[in-house]
C-alpha cells in the first residue's frame, strides 16, 4: 500500500525482508566499483583490519537499497532521497552474512514552500544474522501528501486528513506541474486543476537510516 | 604514490580520472539494487520528477568510489571510510554522462587515542559533462601515519615527519599490532618492535565529498 505524508509519525518502525550476501556477489561489485585488495583477496583480507574478506560499503548500500525498495515503507511515487546526514559501517559485511533492515521515522514535517510535500526523516540500521549493525544512516525523504489532500491545499484549503486518492482526484504528476507553473510564476491566478488523471508520477529515489556504535571501533 | 597523513594538509585538491555512465550498466544497477521505475523504464521516468531515465544515486556513489580509488588520492592501505556526514544527490545522472571527481581536504587532525592514524575530512563532489555537481559528499578517512614516524610516536618520540618509510622499518599491521596489544593491556611495558617486515596492511575502504545547491531543487 502506498503511503503518503500523513500515514507517517515519528516513532513508526519498519522492518524489511531479509537478503544473504553471495561471495560471487561480494567479488564481482568490488572488481567493478571498488577494486581494493580486502574486497577481492581472501590473503591480503586477512593482513588488513578487516581480517578477511568484506563486502564494499557501497555494495551494504545498494543491498539495503534493495531490501528498502522491496520493505513495507512504500511511499507513494517511490524512495525519494533529499539527503543523507549520516552514512556508516559500524562492522564489516562478510560473504554469507544475511541482512535485513530496520528502519525508524525520526521526524515528519510539512515543507512551507511545497505545499504538496513533506519530509520524513528516518533512520535505518542494517542488521547481520548475530543482530549487529552493519551500517546505519540517517536520510531526509521527499514524501506526497495523499492526492487528494493535494488537490485541496492547492485549491486554498488546508491539509485534512483524506485517506486514499480516489479515481476522479488528479494523479500527482499533474498536482506537481500546477505547482511548478505556480512557483514559476508566482503572481499568476491559482492554476486551474486539469480534469484527465494520467497516471501517477514516480519520484526520486534513496533510503534512510541512523546511529550506533562509532565506524572507529572496527580500526 | 602511497599518502600518509603527513602528506595531507586542509585546502589539498585531488582530482580523478573520467567515465562515462553506459546505459546498460544503469538498467542493470537498478534491477539489482534499486528496481524503481525512473532508472528502469523511459516512458514512467518522463512521467517522473527526473523527467526522464536517472542512474540509481548509489549506482552514482558506486562509480564514484571507483573513480576515487583510481584517482591520485592514494593513501596508504587504502580508502578507509569513518563515516560520511553528508551525502546527497542535487541533479540526476543520465545514461551517457561522463562523470569525474574534484575532492578537496577540508581538515587534517591527528588522533590522541591512536598514535599512528589520524583522520583527514574530505569534500568529493561528482561532476557530470556539464560541470554540474551530481554527487556531494564530506567523509571522514582514517589515514595512517608513515610507517617510520609511526615507530617513532610508540618509541616515545614526537610525531616528526619522515618522508616514505624505509625498509628496515616494521610494516604498518606490525605497528598497529602493538598499538593493540598495548591498548587491551594499557598498563604493561612498552611492547617490543618485532623484527621480521611482513607486507603492508591494508585498511577499511571508502570515498569522502562536500557541499553545493540543496537537493530539494531536483525534486
Excluded at 511511499?75 to 552514512?87: D, R, S, V
Aim: charged residues 20%; hydrophobic residues 40%.
Amino acid at each position: 500500500m502506498a503511503l503518503y505524508l500523513e500515514d507517517f509519525a515519528a516513532g513508526q518502525p519498519f522492518l524489511s525482508g531479509s537478503a544473504t550476501v553471495k561471495p560471487e556477489a561480494v567479488a564481482r561489485f568490488a572488481t567493478e566499483f571498488d577494486p581494493q585488495p580486502f574486497h577481492l583477496d581472501a590473503d591480503a583480507a586477512k593482513e588488513s583490519l578487516f581480517r578477511g574478506l568484506a563486502a564494499s560499503g557501497w555494495h551494504t548500500a545498494a543491498m539495503t537499497m534493495r531490501l528498502l525498495v522491496e520493505c513495507e515503507m512504500k511511499p507513494a511515487g517511490g524512495i525519494i532521497g533529499a539527503g543523507f546526514e549520516e552514512l556508516r559501517w559500524p562492522k564489516p559485511v562478510r560473504p554469507g552474512d544475511t541482512l535485513r533492515l530496520t528502519s525508524e521515522v525520526l521526524e515528519v514535517r510539512r515543507l512551507s514552500s511545497r505545499p504538496t510535500q513533506g519530509i520524513i526523516k528516518v533512520r535505518t540500521v542494517t542488521l547481520n544474522q548475530h543482530d549487529e549493525p552493519v551500517q546505519i544512516m540517517v536520510g531526509n525523504h521527499t514524501i506526497a501528501f495523499d492526492h487528494a489532500v493535494a488537490v485541496r491545499i492547492l485549491s486554498g484549503g488546508g491539509p485534512k486528513t483524506i485517506k486514499r486518492r480516489t479515481a476522479s482526484t488528479p494523479s500527482l504528476s499533474m498536482i506537481l506541474q500546477i505547482e511548478l507553473r505556480q512557483s514559476e510564476t508566482p503572481d499568476s491566478e491559482q492554476a486551474t486543476l486539469p480534469k484527465a488523471a494520467s497516471s501517477p508520477i514516480t519520484l526520486c529515489d534513496l533510503p534512510g537510516v541512523q546511529n550506533s556504535p562509532p565506524l572507529a571501533t572496527q580500526i
